[in-house]
């Protein structure tokens, strides 16, 4: 399977803060970055998603980046809260709906 | 409110058993649906492709006698572990993209199966 690159493995932020979450692809066939949240015993939730014909989408507090050119996208979460507590995945679908995901992103925010 | 629905939300069968996930989309049909299998603070796995009408695509690595996938109708498909062992516990998801919203990928609650 064609990797996703996900970092950091874990983050903590604090009440407020700005949680960011990187990925890196090689296949430039992908056609579709969703970024899925999970929390625990619960299947992924569709949270936000990109094509590459767009550099930015902005969803309420969620804001993907893509760069086509250096094959990244990230997932910025504003005004983070110990709510938005959970795994967060990112993922590139290859055209046949077939997604390849990333190794996940433990988020962790503090009061 | 949810568009993937799976049965059971969790199972527990005796080594030797076989147990059946299904997976169904609600209020629309899906032609193709994607099994996945996630271990404990694990990313998940694709397992197969569900082709309805037709046999299965497994990942490489998955055994394919093992786990028996069905895909019956365009709103449901079914996930058989046969012979199942200790080491078959794990998270079961399944997926289906959502014609009617882009082709957006829609995942189920997922099953917890552990065998004993």
């Known amino acids: 399977q064609q990797q996703v690159k996900q970092s950091p493995q874990s983050l903590i932020v604090q009440k407020g803060g700005i949680s960011i979450i990187n990925c890196a692809y090689e296949?430039?066939?992908?056609?579709?970055f969703p970024w899925y949240q999970q929390f625990p015993g619960k299947g992924p939730a569709l949270l936000i998603a990109?094509?590459?014909?767009?550099s930015e989408k902005k969803e309420g507090r969620f804001t993907i980046s893509f760069n086509k050119s250096a094959k990244q996208f990230s997932l910025h979460i504003m005004d983070s809260q110990p709510g938005d507590s959970a795994t967060y995945f990112c993922a590139a679908r290859e055209g046949t709906d077939k997604l390849i995901f990333g190794t996940g992103t433990r988020l962790q925010v503090f009061p | 409110g949810a568009v993937v629905s799976q049965h059971p939300s969790w199972v527990i069968c005796k080594s030797g058993t076989s147990v059946k996930i299904e997976c169904r989309s609600l209020d629309f049909q899906a032609t193709t649906m994607f099994w996945y299998r996630q271990f404990p603070k694990q990313s998940l796995m694709l397992m197969a492709t569900?082709?309805?009408?037709?046999?299965?695509?497994?990942e490489q690595g998955v055994e394919k006698d093992k786990f028996l996938i069905n895909h019956a109708s365009l709103t449901l498909s079914t996930l058989t572990v046969t012979s199942a062992h200790p080491e078959d516990s794990s998270f079961y998801i399944c997926?289906?993209?959502?014609?009617?919203?882009?082709?957006?990928?829609?995942f189920g609650e997922g099953s917890w199966l552990t065998v004993v």
């Open positions: 990109i094509r590459p014909d767009v």
């Open positions: 296949n430039t066939a992908f056609d579709y």
């Open positions: 569900s082709n309805e009408g037709s046999k299965a695509t497994y």
């Open positions: 997926s289906a993209s959502f014609p009617g919203r882009g082709n957006t990928i829609y």
